[in-house]
């Protein structure tokens, strides 16, 4: 079937979560001299003129000469060759190894420094490369042994104890993760990352006065840092927080409210809040207005803990008066603990200071990174709020409000809030797109379509206004205008793989049967692995029984791009269907349902496929079930296959 698809300081900069750039600094420094190897001899003056004939000075000099023309194809042969000449040089081979690794070559890098290490099995520079390449390349665990080794032999490596760490981090070995950042402390006691990420870890295992301990020293070290005094904050409101009860709205999940409330998600919390609430037989299938009890983490500290929460932030802002995040968690904390008027201020005069289009557009910044990147978005719309009694006209902080309004599916908010952005805000034409949308939702077309010709009168050769205009049209079955804006649209980009799809399922929509499979074919000319048109064609030859093997062919690719995709699954089954083997028809068909439940269209092929193949019971089944779920103009052909199954039937 077709698819038809309508400034926090960040102390980890230090210590980037993926390696390139890690990885790039520790061969720099090891090759550049940290290593201890010896030079090589200076260039003898009667060779300097040799040729290529068995000199592995003559190579070591070409070689670096067309290192720094950036020829490193010929660079690599030439220090092959030296290192061929002199293959007893640990110093050639470990710049043979740079130069394979310059190449993105790290299988022939490794097999150099499997050589070296044969012969100095305790160089530390070497294998640190190993054991980065090794990290790099997914071997974790033997990049993690070299690590531990590399430690053992000279724990003076400052930057290895981070990469050790890391990985047991990923691999939530929390205990070694510990034993690596504690041997650090212990090694460099005046190091603050050292002490942060312990404090991490620490907060992780529930240790919370160790944890306390760890940022604390890590302050003392460095006071200017923010990061540790937020990481005391979360670990102080862990403590603060008794069980509440709340109110579950829709598009909540278990996760999402995990996230939400303890900006974490594993499965121990996930089994409190089960015991918690004995009265929901299915948590992990929450409706909206259950009442459901969210556990405290552990005994609250009361007082202590709230008097830390509010010094903490206080410092924050003392230092970083402009750190937005600080300004409106506190506003949340104080509300939380009933102090509503201080909130408000807060919020208010953060609200008053965002006039300019800049200082909103960080403050929104801000809040996606904090709240809405959570999935946090009651906190969002209670922040909001109160920087909408500050600022009352901004145009950017209404649109996300009406964002965060639509996400909740509360749709007459969103109107409003979108309503209120100004013409001349950078989120003005998404802001009336978005109320298109709404008014199409809620039954209210005409007022879409004046939206859309308004937008594309004051910019007609908007191709994305275009689009969404024409599919407006299409869907509304008004397949005439729908046509005559994507040829609008085909006119100013005629590659236009969206534009060309939507053209085709307006042919198809209408009839005409080669005019969609001209586009399709045109769509993969342009775009060979999308997978949408390669099933719409597939499924387009197997509707009308032609070219079946090449329709296979096509369907087939297009799930290796979406195994999941039940349509294309779906289209698979058909081809099948059409060349009359029912029974792997069948086996398809039950799959596609499984990944698209209840879809009128995939339950009809199901019932047709079992008619083929003489089960008429299960046939007459599964119509009645494609029966409840189709719409109006599709139920006549399926009233008719039920009757000429089982007699007259009533239309539900």
């Not at 499997?114 to 160089?123: F, G, K, R, S, Y």
């Not at 050292?194 to 404090?199: H, K, M, P, T, V």
């Amino acid at each position: 079937m077709p698819t038809l698809k309508p400034t926090l300081i960040n102390i980890r900069d230090k210590f980037p979560n993926s390696l390139p750039t890690l990885v790039f600094l520790i061969i720099s420094l090891i090759i550049s001299g940290c290593a201890t190897t010896p030079p090589i001899p200076d260039l003898p003056p009667d060779t300097a003129g040799a040729d290529s004939g068995g000199n592995h000075y003559y190579h070591f000099i070409r070689s670096a000469m067309e290192s720094r023309q950036d020829r490193t194809d010929q660079a690599i042969d030439h220090m092959s060759r030296a290192v061929a000449d002199r293959p007893d040089s640990v110093f050639l081979k470990k710049e043979l190894v740079y130069l394979y690794l310059q190449s993105n070559n790290t299988e022939k890098a490794m097999g150099v420094i499997a050589e070296i290490l044969a012969v100095e099995p305790d160089d530390i520079g070497t294998l640190i490369v190993a054991g980065t390449i090794k990290k790099q390349t997914g071997h974790d665990e033997e990049a993690a042994a070299i690590f531990e080794k590399v430690l053992t032999l000279n724990p003076d490596q400052e930057t290895v104890y981070h990469v050790l760490g890391e990985y047991y981090l990923e691999k939530n070995d929390l205990e070694r993760a510990a034993a690596v950042y504690e041997q650090m402390t212990g090694r460099f006691p005046e190091s603050w990352e050292a002490f942060f990420f312990l404090g991490k870890i620490q907060a992780r295992q529930k240790k919370f006065a160790e944890a306390e301990k760890s940022y604390r020293r890590c302050l003392e070290l460095e006071k200017s840092l923010i990061s540790p005094r937020f990481e005391l904050i979360v670990l102080y409101r862990q403590q603060f927080a008794g069980p509440m009860e709340i109110t579950v709205q829709s598009g909540d999940t278990l996760a999402s409210l995990c996230r939400k409330h303890y900006r974490k998600v594993d499965n121990e919390l996930k089994d409190n809040i089960v015991a918690a609430n004995p009265h929901i037989s299915d948590v992990t299938d929450l409706k909206p207005g259950q009442k459901l009890t969210l556990p405290g983490l552990t005994k609250p500290c009361g007082k202590v803990c709230q008097k830390n929460i509010i010094h903490l932030y206080n410092s924050i802002l003392a230092d970083y008066p402009d750190n937005a995040r600080a300004v409106m968690e506190l506003a949340l904390f104080y509300y939380s603990i009933g102090n509503v008027k201080q909130g408000d201020t807060l919020l208010v005069d953060l609200g008053r200071n965002t006039k300019t289009e800049t200082a909103a557009q960080q403050l929104i910044q801000q809040m996606s990174q904090v709240f809405i990147n959570q999935q946090r978005y009651d906190d969002a719309q209670t922040v909001l709020k109160g920087l909408l009694r500050g600022a009352p006209e901004n145009s950017d902080l209404n649109y996300l409000m009406g964002m965060l309004y639509n996400k909740q599916q509360r749709k007459p908010e969103a109107l409003s809030y979108f309503s209120r952005v100004k013409e001349d805000s950078a989120f003005y034409t998404s802001a009336l797109l978005q109320m298109a949308f709404l008014y199409e939702e809620t039954d209210s077309p005409e007022q879409a379509q004046a939206i859309f010709d308004s937008l594309l009168e004051k910019e007609p050769e908007n191709v994305d206004l275009i689009l969404y205009a024409g599919s407006f049209r299409e869907r509304r079955e008004q397949y005439q205008q729908a046509e005559a804006l994507f040829l609008r649209g085909l006119n100013l980009e005629p590659d236009n793989v969206d534009l060309l799809f939507r053209l085709g399922v307006i042919y198809d929509k209408t009839g005409r049967k080669d005019a969609v499979i001209e586009k399709m074919k045109a769509i993969i000319k342009i775009a060979p692995d999308d997978a949408n048109a390669l099933n719409y064609l597939g499924y387009t030859y197997a509707d009308l029984g032609i070219n079946l093997d090449e329709a296979r062919q096509l369907i087939e690719k297009a799930l290796t791009m979406e195994p999941d995709n039940g349509y294309i699954t779906d289209s698979l089954g058909w081809v099948y269907y059409q060349q009359g083997d029912y029974e792997k028809a069948i086996e398809l068909l039950k799959r596609a349902l499984q990944l698209t439940p209840d879809d009128p269209i995939l339950l009809e092929h199901l019932g047709d496929a079992f008619l083929k193949n003489g089960d008429t019971e299960k046939a007459l089944e599964t119509y009645r079930r494609s029966l409840q779920f189709a719409p109006e103009k599709d139920k006549g052909k399926l009233i008719k296959k039920i009757e000429d199954l089982s007699g007259p039937v009533d239309n539900p």
